[in-house]
């Protein structure tokens, strides 16, 4: 069973670098599939913020591109998110999440991640 | 970017009647391949988002058969035939045929 688990910070400054990485089981990223992040405000809806393939191929959001990296920073089983000068509006869950073929099959539970001074 | 939109965006039920939720997009839903990725999401309070249909009708394994997915091109549907107390929460509909994926506002379902 695939299984994804994020870590990182819950409270970052303004203007700063939110930093986050998830941890996949049961599945290594490097033989396929793509790896990416979804964010949600509290009480308010899902946004996709990017995913990436190990090659390097990625896709982002085209309101946060500017400010988005999704990487696999390491050889271990993980891949990251950095989103740059944040504001109080990018408070938010935030779920890693693998997509299959137009599809989000797996999820992992969320990391609230709130921004202020 | 593809718009979804979805209705309604609150949904009272009783327990054991059936539940519809409809879903729409701004443009066809149908990838050059001849595929439809349109996929059905519930989330229980304070958890993430669950798979329970994707590309317009595929139950995901686990997901009980009172759960099915209809429709086509710009228009789907997500119906529940007999609404347990298990199922309340919020409904999304997500397109993945085209980058940005996105996603429907929610249907919040209660129980009345």
């Known amino acids: 069973q695939v299984h994804l688990q994020e870590s990182g910070p819950g409270l970052v400054k303004p203007s700063e670098t939110l930093s986050l990485t998830c941890t996949v089981s049961?599945?290594?990223?490097?033989?396929?599939?793509?790896w990416g992040w979804i964010r949600q405000p509290p009480g308010k809806g899902l946004e996709w913020i990017g995913h990436?393939?190990?090659?390097?191929?990625?896709y982002y959001n085209p309101s946060l591109k500017s400010r988005v990296t999704i990487s696999i920073p390491t050889s271990k089983n993980q891949f990251s998110l950095d989103l740059d000068s944040v504001t109080a509006a990018d408070t938010a869950i935030y779920f890693c999440?693998?997509?299959?073929?137009?599809?989000?099959?797996?999820w992992g539970q969320g990391t609230l991640v709130t921004v202020s001074s | 970017d593809i718009i979804m939109t979805q209705s309604p965006l609150s949904l009272p039920v009783t327990l054991g009647q059936a539940a519809s939720i409809s879903c729409r997009s701004s443009q066809s839903l149908v990838d050059n391949d001849g595929n439809t990725y349109l996929n059905w999401f519930h989330q229980r309070p304070g958890q993430s988002p669950r798979r329970l249909i994707y590309k317009v009708s595929n139950r995901d394994s686990g997901v009980p058969d009172r759960f099915s997915g209809s429709g086509s091109g710009t228009e789907f549907t997500l119906k529940i035939s007999r609404v347990e107390a298990e199922d309340v929460g919020i409904y999304y509909c997500m397109q993945g045929t085209q980058w940005p994926l996105t996603f429907g506002p929610g249907t919040k379902v209660e129980v009345k």
């Open positions: 999440v693998r997509y299959n073929a137009g599809s989000l099959d797996y």
């Open positions: 990436m393939y190990h090659s390097g191929n990625t």
């Open positions: 049961g599945y290594s990223i490097f033989s396929g599939y793509f």
